[in-house]
């Protein structure tokens, strides 16, 4: 019982059995400033095999040979030896990996690094004879301790000799042979990778693309039906957002850094409208939505929002209708393009625009789209105007990765006299968006995004805007923080006819 119980190491807890002060991976608490590990498992939203795969990477770029058992939720690792020591004195260290399906779309996945040590080994089985340890201990000389084909080894300079009783307790580990004790620990450093890999990769915005997804018979949810007496109903506005104020002027240009595909960033853009209109300011709202959209918002602006009024809307679109829909579709989105319409509705002077290429790409998309920008800056040159767009766009200093790409908001700052950048704080969640999966296909669905260190909230920090005292080297001159992300699915989906943009379906 108690070779099986320290052989694969599952007795380890996330703080380890080895007598460390903290445990693999452990790091700093942003909060405590205390080394911690973490205290509830990560539930990854992809598939099993997906997981899996990728951790299978992380540790071939590390140079390790990595074995599957059958099922493909069990890997094994080949075996290395930390330094050099003396034989009989030497450590060698491995890695098991253990996944877990909690759903179609949601894995778990362990990394234990496990060490063999040769001295436990003597302790284990005692004292032997002289000359047969001997043997032994040249046959180690001249031979790994692991040998992850089979159970025996053999020393080539022993003259056929070999050594045929090494087999070891774990026969459904392959590679276990050589040593009997086995100590472990999470590696929540790899466990912590395998969370950038998955969760920390920027959204795709696929432009142009093909039209299928049909419009017909579209309930818009909490949409009231306008009537010859009842009004139409007011903007879903909310309470202002805390440190907004300072940067609501004339001629203001405020770029928003938008994940994509969430609730949270709609719902904040509409804050800001409502404020900013409340003091009496034009406000313009730019959207990342083709320009050849303009003439159908242009249209649903100046309706009374019915859902005749939104089928015409959608159903006239090639963007709305996409097979594939990225976040820029969704229905917190739509729900945006509505409360901007209450709000011109309601006598404020809100105008809308729609200022992305639809089939341009890098320099090209910049360029336009920051061209379509000025030109509505030009109509309304005192308005408010908030625009939301990825955050590589709105950045207004240059990228690091490519000397010849010019962002956006570079190109904005540049031409207007007051431009200001905000990235976003959150807490771990949720948001729809296209991605490139391991096998590097292109899927749009339901995904987990995690913050960088830079941008993580903590509880302590409350939602709002927070000024830096000199830009980032990004170009961004404050944060937005809005706490945990939740995802918001495309206005409409192909196999149904509803789309629902009501607070709590969007």
């Given at each position: 019982m108690r070779l099986y119980a320290v052989c694969l190491g599952l007795v380890c807890t996330t703080t380890g059995c080895a007598t460390l002060t903290r445990g693999f991976g452990a790091v700093p608490d942003p909060e405590t400033g205390k080394y911690e590990t973490p205290k509830q498992e990560t539930v990854y939203r992809v598939p099993a095999e997906e997981a899996m795969m990728m951790v299978r990477r992380i540790l071939e770029e590390q140079r390790y040979d990595v074995m599957e058992k059958e099922g493909g939720l069990e890997l094994f690792t080949s075996a290395h030896e930390p330094g050099m020591n003396q034989v009989g004195l030497r450590t060698m260290e491995r890695y098991y990996i253990k996944g877990e399906r909690v759903g179609p779309r949601q894995t778990m996945v362990r990394v234990f690094r496990l060490r063999y040590n040769e001295m436990e080994q003597e302790v284990e089985f005692g004292m032997r004879d002289f000359g047969r340890h001997a043997m032994e201990k040249h046959v180690a000389e001249n031979t790994h301790p692991f040998d992850t084909n089979k159970a025996v080894k053999s020393a080539p300079d022993l003259h056929g000799e070999r050594l045929m009783d090494l087999n070891g307790p774990c026969k459904d580990a392959p590679?276990?042979?050589?040593?009997?004790?086995?100590?472990?620990?999470?590696?929540?450093?790899?466990?912590?990778?395998?969370?950038?890999?998955?969760?920390?990769?920027?959204?795709?915005?696929?432009?142009g693309g093909n039209t299928s997804v049909p419009a017909r018979s579209v309930?818009?949810?909490?949409?009231?039906?306008?009537?010859?007496?009842?009004?139409?109903?007011?903007?879903?506005?909310?309470?202002?957002?805390?440190?907004?104020?300072?940067?609501?002027?004339?001629?203001?240009?405020?770029?928003?850094?938008?994940?994509?595909?969430?609730?949270?960033?709609?719902?904040?853009?509409?804050?800001?409208?409502?404020?900013?209109?409340?003091?009496?300011?034009?406000?313009?709202?730019?959207?990342?939505?083709?320009?050849?959209?303009?003439?159908?918002?242009?249209?649903?602006?100046?309706?009374?929002?019915?859902?005749?009024?939104?089928?015409?809307?959608?159903?006239?679109?090639?963007?709305?209708?996409?097979?594939?829909?990225?976040?820029?579709?969704?229905?917190?989105?739509?729900?945006?393009?509505?409360?901007?319409?209450?709000?011109?509705?309601?006598?404020?002077?809100?105008?809308?625009?729609?200022?992305?290429?639809?089939?341009?790409?890098?320099?090209?998309?910049?360029?336009?789209?920051?061209?379509?920008?000025?030109?509505?800056?030009e109509q309304n040159a005192d308005a408010f105007m908030l625009v939301l767009a990825g955050g590589t766009h709105v950045r207004t200093a240059s990228v690091d990765w490519d000397a010849d790409f010019e962002p956006m908001g570079v190109r904005l700052a540049k031409s207007l006299r007051s431009v200001k950048a905000l990235d976003v704080g959150f807490a771990r969640g949720t948001q729809f968006s296209c991605r490139y999966n391991v096998w590097e296909d292109v899927e749009c669905n339901t995904f987990a995004i995690s913050p960088t260190a830079q941008a993580r909230q903590a509880s302590t920090v409350a939602p709002g805007v927070q000024l830096f005292p000199e830009p980032l080297k990004e170009g961004f001159h404050g944060r937005l923080y809005v706490g945990e992300l939740n995802a918001s699915p495309p206005a409409l989906q192909a196999g149904t006819a509803v789309s629902a943009a009501s607070r709590s379906a969007r």
């Open positions: 590679g276990l042979e050589g040593f009997q004790l086995a100590r472990g620990n999470r590696d929540l450093g790899i466990e912590r990778t395998l969370l950038e890999r998955l969760e920390m990769v920027p959204s795709l915005e696929l432009v309930l818009l949810e909490g949409w009231a039906e306008p009537t010859e007496t009842a009004q139409s109903p007011e903007a879903e506005c909310g309470a202002p957002v805390d440190g907004l104020a300072p940067m609501l002027t004339q001629g203001q240009t405020l770029l928003l850094a938008d994940p994509l595909g969430t609730r949270e960033l709609p719902s904040a853009a509409l804050r800001m409208l409502c404020e900013a209109s409340s003091k009496g300011l034009p406000v313009t709202l730019a959207l990342s939505l083709p320009s050849t959209e303009q003439p159908l918002l242009d249209t649903y602006l100046a309706s009374a929002g019915s859902s005749q009024d939104a089928q015409e809307l959608l159903s006239g679109s090639s963007f709305w209708r996409r097979v594939h829909q990225d976040g820029r579709s969704s229905r917190a989105m739509l729900w945006l393009v509505e409360q901007a319409r209450r709000l011109r509705a309601s006598g404020k002077a809100v105008s809308l625009v729609a200022f992305d290429a639809e089939k341009a790409a890098g320099n090209e998309r910049e360029a336009l789209m920051a061209k379509s920008l000025l030109e509505a800056r």
